[in-house]
């Protein structure tokens, strides 16, 4: 057990609609990740926050946002999904902003139908 | 942005084999990381390096992280089933800011292990 921990597990959803995924990083950790990886993808990183501000982002799309709260808890929210959007989304977390040694949670795995 | 190359893309052994994996970079890391990956599970750090030359275990692996610093490589030695699994390099590049400081990951090395 990482210690990180993602909700829901799995989610299933219409093309067009919205869903957020929640993240609780590991308890005093305040740097959290988001990624993405898909079938036949490895690990592509979409944003970071560090206390609650946005620290950089990757290659996240205009539909898809974050953020992260006064408790650390992080949300990444997915609008107007297209069935594409299907995969495996990580959330990590590491003590420090840098990145280094993050540590994964289970994931969501979210089917688009 | 940078980009990690993770070789090989899947390798099949016997129980009892020694494993070799490597990734290489373009560009100077200065922190390498391996994963590995269960079905249905997150990635979970095996081990970290920081310095180059470095050469750290644990258990029955044993990882390093290269002179030039643009590449690592991982062994598994004595492979065994529970092993079986998609192993991931991540480093983190030596520039100054921004997403490109963000960890990479390979693409992944998908181990699987025959009795």
């Known amino acids: 057990d990482s210690g990180v921990t993602q909700t829901p597990k799995h989610l299933i959803t219409a093309t067009g609609q919205r869903v957020t995924l929640r993240c609780s990083p590991r308890?005093?950790?305040?740097?959290v990740y988001w990624y993405q990886q898909s079938l036949d993808q490895g690990l592509q990183f979409l944003i970071h926050?560090?206390?609650?501000?946005?620290?950089a982002k990757g290659n996240i799309l205009e539909r898809f946002s974050a953020q992260q709260f006064p408790d650390l808890h992080s949300e990444l929210n997915l609008s107007s999904l297209e069935l594409g959007d299907s995969a495996l989304y990580f959330c990590?977390?590491?003590?420090?902003?840098?990145?280094?040694?993050?540590?994964f949670g289970q994931g969501t795995r979210l089917t688009v139908v | 942005g940078q980009q990690l190359n993770q070789s090989p893309q899947s390798m099949f052994i016997q129980e009892g084999e020694d494993v070799s994996m490597n990734c290489t970079s373009s560009s100077i890391f200065n922190t390498w990381l391996w994963y590995k990956q269960e079905p249905g599970e997150g990635p979970v750090l095996l081990i970290a390096l920081y310095k180059a030359g470095e050469l750290t275990s644990n258990g029955r692996l044993t990882a390093q992280f290269g002179i030039t610093r643009k590449d690592s490589f991982l062994n598994i030695s004595a492979s065994i089933p529970s092993d079986v699994g998609i192993y991931f390099c991540?480093?983190?590049?030596?520039?100054?800011?921004?997403?490109?400081?963000?960890?990479?990951f390979g693409s992944g090395t998908q181990l699987t292990v025959l009795p």
């Open positions: 926050y560090y206390n609650g501000e946005e620290r």
């Open positions: 308890s005093g950790d305040l740097s």
């Open positions: 990590a977390s590491s003590v420090v902003v840098t990145g280094s040694e993050a540590f």
């Open positions: 991540a480093g983190q590049p030596l520039i100054s800011s921004g997403s490109a400081r963000q960890l990479t």
